[in-house]
């Protein structure tokens, strides 16, 4: 028998990184040595301390019950007090963290909780397929607010139509970016609210690099120091990243308690809540951030410098960002992201991800992900050089 997907299914393009997947798959049966730079995951383990906590609580029999959907307390107390010492920000533990399955979970549902069929969401492009997405699952429209090279990839709030933010419902904006890496300051964060408080948008935040930076002056800030960010939005703060964690599947978002009581009572009914011990792992992880966030960072500081140094050897510009695992490299004259991105790949069987694929002002740009190896990212370096 065959059955239909739905139309809502179907209006959907695959999903990217499901796609490349595939063509990976693919050239490795065919017997080639296929290195992707494609996928932000990181390689380096899971501190050993998390590890441990998740040991430890696995066997207390009190976590083989369903988890709360509104999270577990001692996660949500580790959030407030990491948000304190990280980001200088009071949150209620109570009333104004709510942890998920991931931030992907959160986006997506998101729309689910507050978008009506025919509201427009408001998206920057180039940006992370699930905003997108997550909208379109819901019966929402979106509205693209470009981020170009002139502007350092900021939004900029003077371009976005006057009867378009009227009835905008929702906007997602994402600092450090991916796939940009761009970070931005206080005072983007500042105009941000303004813009979202005269229009009375729903700000959604999404701080998955926020502890992904070279140094110490590029520390990114967080949405919830701007002024009245709590009145206008939320924060989804992902561990997935920053604590190796991808596999876990958690993260939390913070701020506005009203947004996060509808969000925990969409997900209530959806989903049951993280399994507890990894909920407890996730809160060993946050209570110990400054141990192992600097030996990360440390490490993707020598791998990006690699990277830049090949890429001014080959004459490609790129944007200089000291955040987030990526590199968002400009495509060479005559090329298309599509057309540069399966050069790459037939010539030196090394996998970027097109500019395209996060938007269509993604168009003319590659990213390159330094979440592998040091020797593998040597190696695909080395086959560039030798190829261009
Ligand atoms: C990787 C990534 C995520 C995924 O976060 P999870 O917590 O693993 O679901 C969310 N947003 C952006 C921009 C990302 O790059």
């Known amino acids: 028998m065959i059955f239909e997907e739905s139309d809502r299914l179907k209006s959907i393009p695959p ?38 906590e998740l040991c430890r609580q696995a066997w207390d029999k009190e976590n083989h019950k369903y988890p709360s959907s509104y999270g577990l ?49 408001l998206i920057p492009d180039p940006s992370y ?29 003077n371009e976005i139509d006057k009867d378009v933010a009227k009835k905008s419902k929702l906007m997602h904006v994402n600092y450090p970016g991916n796939p940009t890496s761009a970070p931005c300051n206080m005072e983007f964060f500042n105009k941000l609210t303004d813009f979202a408080s005269e229009y009375n948008i729903l700000v959604c935040h999404d701080n998955a690099y926020g502890d992904i930076y070279s140094e110490e002056k590029y520390k990114p ?14 924060e989804f703060y992902s ?8 596999g876990w599947r958690i993260s939390f978002a913070a701020g506005n308690s009203n947004v996060l009581k509808s969000l925990g009572k969409y997900k209530s ?13 996730a809160a060993a992880a946050l209570e110990n951030y400054e141990e192992f966030i600097n030996e990360n960072n440390r490490i993707y500081n020598r791998r990006r410098q690699n990277v830049w140094d090949i890429l001014d050897k080959l004459g490609l510009k790129y944007y200089k960002s000291f955040n987030t695992v990526y590199i968002w490299v ?25 500019g395209n694929a996060y938007g269509k002002h993604g168009e003319g740009y590659f990213r390159i992900s330094l979440t592998i190896e040091d020797d593998r990212l040597e190696e695909a370096l080395d086959r560039m050089k030798n190829v261009f």
């Open 15 to 52: 999903y990217l990184f499901a796609e490349i997947d595939m063509i990976i798959r693919k050239k490795r049966e065919q017997g080639f040595d296929v290195i992707s730079l494609g996928i932000g995951d990181p390689d380096v383990k899971t501190p050993d301390l998390v590890v441990e």
């Open 73 to 121: 307390k001692a996660l949500k107390i580790a959030a407030s007090d990491f948000y304190k010492k990280r980001f200088d920000i009071d949150i209620d533990p109570e009333n104004e963290v709510l942890p998920l399955w991931g931030s992907k979970e959160g986006i997506a549902n998101i729309a689910y909780t507050f978008v009506n069929p025919g509201d427009t969401v």
């Open 129 to 157: 397929p699930v905003y997108r997405i997550g909208t379109i699952f819901a019966g929402g429209t979106t509205h693209v607010m470009p981020l170009t090279e002139e502007n350092n990839f900021l939004i900029d709030f």
């Open 221 to 234: 800030v967080s949405f919830l120091n701007a002024k009245n960010s709590k009145e206008t939005g939320i």
């Open 239 to 246: 561990l997935s990243k920053s604590f190796n964690m991808t």
């Open 269 to 281: 009914n959806v989903d049951s809540g993280v399994f507890n011990a990894v909920q407890y792992a």
């Open 330 to 354: 400009k495509v060479p004259e005559g090329y298309t992201s599509a057309s540069f991105a399966k050069l790459l790949l037939d010539r030196t069987n090394v996998v970027v991800t097109p």
